[in-house]
């Protein structure tokens, strides 16, 4: 796995974040509900937010670390996805109806 790599190598603890956005706490698929996008795909399980925990124990939610992986992420499918690139660091998704 990319992420636990990169993390060993620099230290850094990784963990999985949201994948799933329940719609009864969220809202459909284009419905705004609780916290989010609207059109998140949270919603359809085609994102996952990874989060990275620096060796002094804060959330790196945008730091050097997301960018490598982010940056690795984008070049495995066209439809890939890294929120570093609409200000949400530790997003990582497929397009999906040009949603991300």
Not at 24 to 40: E, L, M, T
Not at 67 to 77: C, D, R, T
Request: charged share 30%; aromatic share 12%; net charge positive.
């Amino acid at each position: 796995m990319k992420a636990a790599e990169l993390g060993e190598k620099h230290g850094y603890t990784v963990r999985l974040g949201d994948l799933f956005r329940d719609p009864r706490a969220h809202g459909k698929f284009g419905v705004k509900k609780g916290y989010g996008h609207k059109n998140s795909c949270h919603k359809l399980k085609l994102a996952q937010d990874i989060n990275i925990i620096k060796p002094n124990g804060e959330l790196d939610a945008k730091g050097k670390f997301h960018k490598e992986l982010g940056e690795w992420w984008e070049k495995q499918h066209r439809y890939c996805r890294w929120g570093g690139r609409f200000n949400d660091g530790n997003h990582y998704s497929l397009t999906h109806w040009g949603a991300m």
